[in-house]
């Protein structure tokens, strides 16, 4: 059975930083790609990030490229968002997914979630 667990989000002012964390089971981690996604009150669900664990080639929304780091540690099955220069607007709850599409971006290609974590930047 397939799982994915988040963690580390949190409340933090506009300007910081913050890490948040998605632990991989029961999938061959290796042969997925892993995107994290956000969703605001009232807002669809967006995509934000997304690396293919093969290699680590990475992708990014526009509007946190620069801003935003995914990584992966495939000993600990795990990916990671690194968010810097957190702005109001970045304030959601976080998921974490895994598509055997590495190309994908659009929520309905991607065949496992997390259950998602809060995070909120404040002004």
């Known amino acids: 059975q397939v799982q994915l667990v988040e963690s580390g989000g949190g409340l933090v002012q506009a300007g910081g930083s913050l890490r948040v964390s998605c632990a991989a089971s029961?999938?061959?981690?290796?042969?997925?790609?892993m995107g994290w996604f956000r969703q605001a009150p009232g807002k669809e669900r967006e995509f934000v990030a997304r690396i293919r664990l093969i290699g680590g080639s990475t992708y990014y929304a526009d509007s946190v490229k620069d801003r935003f780091t995914i990584s992966r540690d495939s000993a600990k099955n795990t990916v990671y968002l690194q968010k810097n220069s957190l702005k109001p607007e970045d304030t959601a709850v976080y998921y974490c997914?895994?598509?055997?599409?590495?190309?994908?971006?659009?929520?309905?290609?991607?065949?496992?979630w997390g259950q998602g974590t809060q995070v909120t930047a404040s002004s």
């Open positions: 029961g999938m061959p981690f290796s042969r997925y790609a």
């Open positions: 997914a895994a598509s055997d599409n590495w190309k994908a971006t659009n929520p309905p290609s991607y065949d496992y």
